[in-house]
């Protein structure tokens, strides 16, 4: 089975920055679709960044369009997201996530799922 492991997430005040990553293993990464969800308390897991297997097309919600960016490095399988000027109501546990196929948007084309990492933003 494909392994994610989510690193980086912690403690940041409202407006400050944070960079979250995953690694992945155990199967080949370079072919895959990769995105970041969030699950914040009492509310369902979402939808916040893609991108495919080439790093050539990435989609964000738009929630957080201007402010977070999302990058892959094929060679060291790892997915990264850039977020900056957090806001408290983006406090959520984030998820890395894999497709079996080169796309990834929605929860449906999720395959592999990283065990979170949380993401605190004071006020």
């Known amino acids: 089975q494909v392994q994610l492991r989510e690193s980086g997430g912690g403690l940041v005040q409202a407006g400050g920055s944070l960079r979250v990553s995953c690694a992945a293993s155990?199967?080949?990464?370079?072919?895959?679709?990769m995105g970041w969800f969030r699950q914040a308390p009492g509310k369902e897991r979402e939808f916040v960044a893609g991108i495919n297997w080439s790093g050539s097309s990435i989609i964000y919600a738009d929630s957080v369009k201007g402010r977070f960016t999302i990058s892959r490095d094929n060679a060291k399988k790892t997915v990264d997201l850039q977020m900056n000027s957090l806001k408290p109501e983006e406090t959520a546990v984030y998820y890395c996530?894999?497709?079996?196929?080169?796309?990834?948007?929605?929860?449906?084309?999720?395959?592999?799922w990283g065990q979170g990492t949380q993401v605190t933003v004071s006020s």
């Open positions: 996530a894999g497709s079996a196929g080169p796309f990834l948007t929605t929860n449906s084309e999720v395959d592999y």
């Open positions: 155990g199967r080949t990464f370079r072919t895959s679709g």
